[in-house]
């Protein structure tokens, strides 16, 4: 039983560290190095100083999160104009 348990720990632990959740020294890192290993999963990096916080509170984030599956009442047609909604819907794209 003690095996099983020191066993999973270890197994744990190794993984832990090998996602990047504590780096060598024990100590999470920073957003920085978060954003650069996921958002660069999906696409290029953007520098956050490129938009203001309200920008990417109210429109970049939410619209990202419904791509990954998050839940949100908003569309990300919203704040598209018209000609893009009528391009993308004739195009049979939907989001």
Not at 52 to 62: E, F
Not at 82 to 87: A, F, L, M, P, R
């Amino acid at each position: 039983m003690k095996k099983g348990i020191l066993l999973a720990t270890f197994l744990i632990s190794i993984w832990w560290v090998s996602i990047g959740l504590i780096d060598a020294e024990g100590i999470p890192p920073d957003g920085k190095k978060l954003a650069l290993k996921y958002c660069q999963s999906c696409h290029l990096f953007t520098e956050p100083a490129l938009l203001d916080k309200k920008t990417w509170m109210n429109s970049v984030l939410p619209n990202m999160g419904m791509r990954l599956g998050i839940k949100n009442t908003a569309t990300p047609l919203q704040e598209r104009a018209q000609e893009e909604e009528k391009i993308l819907k004739a195009w049979n794209i939907s989001l």
